[in-house]
C-alpha cells in the first residue's frame, strides 16, 4: 500500500514477442474505407479467438492482445 492508502498497480509482464501458435489464431479483418474528406485508410480489426482452456482469462487474454499491439507498433509504451 502507498502512502494514501491505495493499492500500487503494476504493470503486467508481456512477452516481447507474440508466440507462432497466438498469431496464427487470431482473426484479421482488413478493409478499405474513406474518411469525410475522402481520404482513403486502411484499418485492420485483430481479434483473439474465445477462451478455450481455463488458462484463458480475461487478464491472460489481455496481456497475449497487448503484446500483439506492441510488435506492430501499436501499444501503449511501443
Do not use: E, K, N, Y
Not at 482488413?30 to 485492420?44: E, H, N, Q, R, Y
Not at 480489426?45 to 497487448?66: F, M, S
Request: charged residues 15%.
Amino acid at each position: 500500500m502507498s502512502a494514501s492508502g491505495a493499492a500500487a498497480l503494476v504493470a503486467p509482464q508481456l512477452s516481447s514477442v507474440p508466440s507462432a501458435g497466438l498469431i496464427a489464431s487470431l482473426s484479421v479483418r482488413p478493409w478499405i474505407d474513406l474518411t469525410a474528406d475522402g481520404t482513403g485508410f486502411a484499418p485492420v480489426l485483430i481479434t483473439h479467438p474465445p477462451a478455450r482452456r481455463d488458462a484463458d482469462t480475461a487478464v491472460a487474454i489481455g496481456q497475449r492482445t497487448l503484446s500483439v499491439a506492441r510488435a506492430l507498433g501499436a501499444g501503449r509504451g511501443a
